[in-house]
């Protein structure tokens, strides 16, 4: 088998309208529509394939070690730290059958190529740890990774740590990780490195259900300082982090977020930070005030160029503090909304905020493209924009219920709203120092 095979790309009637076609609600400025309707949206990226089964893994590699037979105790009572170092060779897939293994100190071991796969197999930190546990390219980096079926048991008081670090410059597979327990020490759960360029990470079926304690400071999952290549997580469960869920800051390389449930982490349920970045098919609900950490945003779009955010469901329920469901970052350059809901009952919280730049220059183009929002928050604005230009809302639903809550508020904006319904119990708009063409905009 090419040892490059196993790992592919992955996988109401109108009270009043605003009739006709091209008027505008402008404040006497000159206007900056671009005559597009559109902002030059990213290409769809390609479909993922299926990464073979975890029962085809081993055929990857030129040897498999059963760690029991290589003297580890599956009982949970007496540290494995040997065995396992004894086992992991290059080119080796690990097997841990059912059990539970103790692991007392950092494994960081020096190989190239590397799969570590469980069944039903728990890797139980000595209390009290709170460092790394599985650092696979921690020194130099691998060349190929592989972590399969583990659970990471942090139930004990004080006790926690990274339970993985996978850095490698070609390839990286993370699949079926679990870890239980609210970590309550201070340090980050799991960080992934593609060191080159041309290298790939599939990130599927990490669930993190109990989060940390608030006050840690802790981040679900994250891309590293490290990173070139192009990473995809698909189908996560992260719950409850109070220094985001998913953090994918990439210093290069693409990343593409596809699908999972991420609920009630604080700064944001999934941070992306990249070119061509796509959230896809994504979840993410904040329903609990007393949550883990400040300022619950959704789907924060922190920096980059043809950012896509598409067919997902943001719901604002109930929030520590929150800037929006979704957010345009003051440094993103150029972002796509579309094929989304988004529901805000927690008041004064913006279901799209389009954030002003620290220096009143536009940025742009942004575009929002058949979008619900609903829900029952009461004040400030359903959407917020400021600072763009190439701004279009098209084939939006706006309907919130709650008291003196205002449709779209602008500043500094210059674009175009198209096929838009607004029934709130505010103003419907309110723009300032903006530019707006308006086609078939309906205010109930």
């Given amino acids: 088998m090419n040892r490059r095979a196993y790992l592919a790309g992955t996988t109401a009637a109108a009270v009043a309208a605003i009739a006709g076609c091209g008027g505008s609600e402008s404040d006497g400025s000159e206007s900056h529509d671009d005559g597009t309707?559109?902002?030059?949206?990213p290409s769809d990226p390609p479909e993922m394939e299926d990464v073979e089964t975890s029962q085809d893994l081993g055929n990857a590699f030129d040897q498999t070690v059963d760690i029991v037979d290589a003297g580890a105790d599956p009982t949970g009572e007496d540290p494995i730290d040997d065995a396992l170092r004894s086992a992991a060779a290059d080119d080796t897939?690990?097997?841990?059958?059912?059990?539970?293994?103790?692991?007392?100190?950092?494994?960081?071991?020096?190989?190239?190529?590397?799969?570590?796969?469980?069944?039903?197999?728990?890797?139980?930190?000595?209390?009290?740890?709170?460092?790394?546990?599985?650092?696979?390219?921690?020194?130099?980096?691998?060349?190929?990774?592989?972590?399969?079926?583990?659970?990471?048991?942090?139930?004990?008081?004080?006790?926690?740590?990274?339970?993985?670090?996978a850095r490698a410059s070609d390839r990286v597979l993370a699949r079926d990780l679990t870890v239980l327990g609210e970590v309550d020490v201070r340090q980050d759960l799991f960080r992934f490195d593609i060191t080159q360029p041309d290298g790939y990470g599939l990130v599927t079926g990490l669930r993190l259900p109990d989060g940390a304690r608030r006050g840690t400071g802790v981040t679900g999952i994250e891309v590293g300082d490290d990173n070139r290549g192009d990473i995809d997580f698909v189908d996560?469960?992260?719950?409850?982090?109070?220094?985001?869920?998913?953090?994918?800051?990439?210093?290069?390389g693409r990343v593409r977020v596809i699908g999972g449930t991420y609920v009630n982490n604080g700064v944001a349920g999934v941070r992306v930070e990249?070119?061509?970045?796509?959230?896809?098919?994504?979840?993410?609900?904040?329903?609990?005030?007393?949550?883990?950490g400040e300022?619950?945003?959704?789907?924060?779009?922190?920096?980059g160029r043809s950012v896509l955010v598409e067919n997902?469901?943001?719901?604002?329920?109930?929030?520590?503090?929150?800037?929006?469901?979704?957010?345009?970052?003051?440094?993103?350059?150029?972002?796509?909304?579309?094929?989304?809901?988004?529901?805000?009952?927690?008041?004064?919280?913006n279901a799209i905020r389009i954030k002003s730049e620290p220096n009143g220059e536009q940025r742009g183009p942004f575009r929002c493209?058949?979008?619900?929002?609903?829900?029952?928050?009461?004040?400030?604005?359903?959407?917020?924009?400021?600072?763009?230009?190439?701004?279009?809302?098209?084939?939006?639903?706006?309907?919130?219920?709650?008291?003196s809550r205002d449709g779209i508020v602008t500043t500094n904006v210059a674009g175009s709203l198209r096929d838009v319904s607004i029934d709130v119990t505010g103003r419907p708009f309110r723009f300032?120092?903006?530019?707006?063409?308006?086609?078939q905009v309906t205010v109930n």
């Fill in 37 to 41: 309707g559109g902002t030059g949206s």
């Fill in 93 to 165: 897939l690990v097997e841990f059958p059912p059990g539970r293994y103790r692991l007392d100190a950092e494994f960081v071991p020096d190989v190239s190529r590397l799969g570590i796969r469980g069944t039903d197999a728990t890797i139980v930190p000595v209390r009290g740890n709170d460092q790394l546990l599985f650092g696979l390219g921690g020194g130099t980096p691998a060349s190929e990774l592989i972590v399969d079926g583990l659970t990471f048991d942090f139930r004990a008081e004080n006790t926690g740590g990274r339970p993985l670090l």
């Fill in 236 to 252: 996560c469960w992260v719950a409850g982090f109070p220094d985001n869920g998913l953090y994918a800051d990439l210093p290069a």
């Fill in 274 to 292: 990249a070119d061509e970045a796509v959230v896809r098919d994504v979840h993410v609900r904040c329903d609990d005030a007393t949550g883990a």
């Fill in 295 to 303: 300022n619950m945003r959704g789907i924060r779009l922190r920096r």
């Fill in 312 to 349: 997902c469901l943001v719901e604002m329920m109930e929030v520590t503090s929150s800037d929006g469901g979704v957010t345009f970052a003051s440094e993103l350059e150029e972002a796509e909304l579309r094929d989304s809901r988004v529901r805000v009952d927690a008041d004064g919280v």
């Fill in 369 to 403: 493209e058949n979008v619900q929002i609903t829900g029952t928050a009461a004040s400030g604005a359903s959407i917020q924009a400021a600072d763009a230009h190439g701004c279009h809302i098209a084939d939006v639903e706006i309907v919130h219920t709650g008291a």
């Fill in 432 to 439: 300032d120092n903006s530019e707006l063409e308006r086609c």
